[in-house]
């Protein structure tokens, strides 16, 4: 991986560590997902709108078929990642979810895509899902909690994390075959699959309109900072793809952990900080040798 495509990894790391513990702290559901979406077509249409005007008429079947999907997975990916932050701690989901997507997506990416992997890759690839393991609780995980609360609270953690980490898995499959084979703008893929995702979730918004604009206005500040945030770390990984392995980035992504162990715990006063520290310095490894390898 180069230099470049690291630096953008790492900066689309910290970026998506910041919105989800925004959407964590928002507490918020499909409801704030379609916020977020609404605030997105608005903020970034003149980005979007400039760079679409000459691209997209020149779309066939193929480049709309990847939207389509892009979008439709991605509405899955964020409703189920919400239902788990609010059953659940940012520090359990969230580096589940982080750790399964990229593995199954690096296994995709040589197995289905046909790209290659050398031996230091592959230790990168093991110690950023050691780390992520770590993160989440390590052993501690598999271990009954004497409160039943909070063994169900970490019961569905594990399962939302992981099932949200099948969602990560094929957007990235999805959205990097878009960007890699098909050629698509990393820019556009984003902003006009995000009109698919408006079309699934602003349903709820009518059905029951008071119950919205209660969300509204507890929710909108956080779905601001969502809106303008969430497609920058996504674009910039996209970018990345266009130059380096997906098998690469996808675990690289996972930098994003360091973010997430040291300013979520400290935000949200979840869990073992020196365990997460250590989970974090592996990634930290793991990372390197992606880049190096």
């Known amino acids: 991986m180069s230099l470049a495509a690291l630096a953008l990894v790492i900066l689309a790391g910290l970026i998506h560590a910041i919105w989800n513990i925004a959407a964590k702290k928002a507490g918020g559901d499909v409801r704030f997902a379609a916020?977020?979406?609404?605030?997105?077509?608005?903020?970034?249409?003149?980005?979007?709108?400039?760079?679409?005007?000459?691209?997209?008429?020149?779309?066939?079947?193929?480049?709309?078929a990847l939207v389509a999907a892009s979008g439709v997975v991605h509405v899955f990916y964020y409703v189920v990642l919400l239902r788990g932050y609010r059953r659940a701690d940012l520090t359990v989901v969230y580096p589940l979810a982080r750790g399964s997507g990229p593995l199954l997506s690096s296994l995709v990416a040589l197995f289905l895509l046909g790209e290659r992997v050398t031996l230091l890759g592959a230790l990168g690839v093991a110690a950023v899902v050691a780390g992520v393991f770590l993160i989440a609780g390590g052993p501690g995980l598999f271990r009954a909690a004497q409160d039943p609360q909070q063994r169900a609270r970490v019961a569905a953690g594990i399962g939302y994390g992981l099932a949200t980490g099948v969602f990560i898995a094929t957007y990235t499959v999805v959205d990097g075959y878009a960007v890699k084979v098909v050629l698509m703008s990393p820019i556009l893929v984003d902003y006009f699959g995000n009109f698919v995702r408006l079309a699934l979730l602003v349903p709820p918004l009518l059905a029951d309109r008071d119950t919205a604009a209660a969300h509204w206005r507890a929710q909108w500040k956080y779905a601001l900072l969502v809106a303008a945030l969430s497609p920058i770390s996504y674009v910039l990984v996209l970018f990345a793809m266009q130059t380096a392995p997906l098998s690469h980035v996808a675990p690289a992504r996972e930098v994003s952990m360091l973010f997430a162990a040291l300013i979520g715990g400290q935000l949200l006063g979840e869990g073992d900080r020196a365990l997460r520290i250590f989970g974090a310095a592996c990634i930290a490894f793991g990372v390197m040798a992606l880049a190096l390898g």
């Open 35 to 64: 916020f977020s979406a609404l605030l997105m077509m608005l903020i970034w249409a003149p980005l979007g709108l400039w760079l679409g005007w000459s691209a997209v008429p020149l779309w066939g079947t193929k480049q709309w």
